[in-house]
């Protein structure tokens, strides 16, 4: 891949005025949609229109103006992808990358605050970050799976290691493959109906031994105890 405007990180301007170093990190991430949009480049790089369709509540001129000042501050970078493709995207760089247990603390710490709607929109990438913070680890480490999910625009793949679940973006492989818009998903993850419950509903594609599914998913919950 070709990077596109190779260069040093800027200064970040201050804007609490802090010599504290979490106040230096909010100078950078505290502006509205900064986390987000790091959450939807956290599992790959991707084009400007497959960001936005992660934060619908985005304009593109915020989402323009938001990718810049990240990119100025070393959090992410333009690449041009190899032929045939050759089209630009945005990609985390190490540093942006490193905000990753960031974003799991908030899934946790949100859990816990009232008002949760899981019924809102949750983006694809969203859903797959959310489930690595919520695994229950210590069950998780008696079971082995692959596990893909097909979102349509989005699709990924991951496995079950050592207590975690560790996904990527890429094809839809796995033990057990689940496919559906990303709220259904989140309900088949989260909510109270068991598997069997989705499999003749017409919402949910699954692919695998039922049983094997069923005990993936029942390693996931929407608790203040999950991750630990």
């Known amino acids: 891949m070709n990077e596109i405007g190779k260069g040093s990180p800027r200064p970040i301007r201050s804007v609490y005025g802090e010599g504290c170093i979490a106040a230096h990190a909010l100078d950078l991430l505290g502006d509205r949609w900064a986390l987000l949009v790091i959450r939807e480049l956290m599992l790959g790089a991707k084009r400007f229109q497959l960001v936005r369709a992660g934060l619908p509540g985005i304009s593109a001129s915020v989402l323009t103006q938001r990718l810049e000042g990240l ?90 290691e050592n207590g975690r679940w560790e996904v990527e973006r890429g094809a839809a492989e796995g033990d057990v493959v689940f496919a559906g818009s990303a709220n259904t998903l989140a309900g088949v993850v989260y909510g109270a109906h068991p598997l069997a419950h989705w499999l003749g509903s017409g ?17 996931f919950r929407l608790t203040g105890r999950a991750g630990t």
């Not at 949910?204 to 029942?218: I, M």
Request: with cysteine; glycine share 10%; net charge neutral.
């Open 71 to 160: 990119e100025e501050g070393g959090i992410l970078r333009r690449v041009i992808l190899p032929d045939p493709a050759g089209v630009q995207v945005y990609e985390l760089t190490e540093l942006g990358k490193a905000v990753r247990p960031v974003i799991d603390a908030l899934c946790r710490f949100g859990v816990r605050l009232p008002g949760h709607d899981p019924k809102k929109f949750i983006s694809p990438t969203a859903l797959m970050l959310s489930m690595a913070a919520m695994v229950d680890r210590k069950a998780a480490k008696e079971v082995e799976v692959a596990a893909g999910f097909d979102m349509g625009r989005e699709s990924f793949r991951g496995e079950l």
């Open 203 to 219: 919402t949910v594609t699954f692919r695998g031994d039922p049983a094997t599914g069923q005990r993936f998913l029942d390693l």
